[in-house]
C-alpha cells in the first residue's frame, strides 16, 4: 500500500469561518466536490492550499443518524491506492470504524470511510478512482 497524499481535514459546524481563517493563512480553494450519498445526505468537503503546497480540508459536519458533533474534530486524510490493504493494516491496529458510520462511502469518484484508534486518532481513509468515465 502507498500513500499519495495526507493531509489533515477540519470538520465544522462553521465551515465559512473555518474557510475564512485558512484564506487569511494563505490559503486558497483548490476544489469543492459535493456528493449526494442516500446513506449520509449531501456531502462536501473543500479542499484548500497554499502556495507551497500544503493542504487542509473544511468539512461542513454531516449528521449520521441522530449524531452531530457539537464541537469541531480535526482528522487526517490519507489517500492510498490500496483501499482494502489499507483497513487490513489499519484494524490490525486496533483502528475501528467510526461507530456513526455503517457501511464504506461508496461514489464515482472514490472509496472512503472513517477510523478511530483506540487512542481516538480519526483517519479517514480514501482511494481515489483513476478509471471512472
Known amino acids: 500500500?502507498?500513500?499519495t497524499s495526507f493531509n489533515p481535514i477540519i470538520i465544522t459546524n462553521n465551515a465559512e469561518a473555518a474557510l475564512k481563517l485558512y484564506e487569511e493563512l494563505g490559503f486558497t480553494v483548490k476544489?469543492?466536490?459535493v456528493i449526494e450519498n442516500s446513506n449520509y445526505g449531501k456531502v462536501e468537503r473543500y479542499v484548500l492550499e497554499n502556495k507551497d503546497g500544503f493542504r487542509?480540508?473544511?468539512c461542513p459536519t454531516v449528521a449520521v443518524g441522530d449524531v452531530k458533533p457539537e464541537k469541531d474534530i480535526v482528522a487526517l486524510r490519507v489517500n492510498v491506492d490500496n483501499f482494502e490493504e489499507a483497513?487490513?493494516?489499519?484494524t490490525s491496529k486496533g483502528f475501528k470504524m467510526l461507530s456513526q458510520q455503517t457501511e464504506v462511502f461508496e461514489c464515482e469518484s472514490f472509496t472512503a470511510a472513517s477510523y478511530v484508534s483506540p487512542g481516538g486518532t480519526m483517519i479517514n481513509l480514501i482511494k481515489h478512482k483513476k478509471d471512472r468515465k
Do not use: F, Q, S, T
Not at 87 to 90: N, R
Open 1 to 3: 500500500m502507498k500513500i
Open 31 to 33: 476544489h469543492h466536490p
Open 56 to 58: 487542509v480540508d473544511i
Open 87 to 90: 483497513v487490513e493494516l489499519l
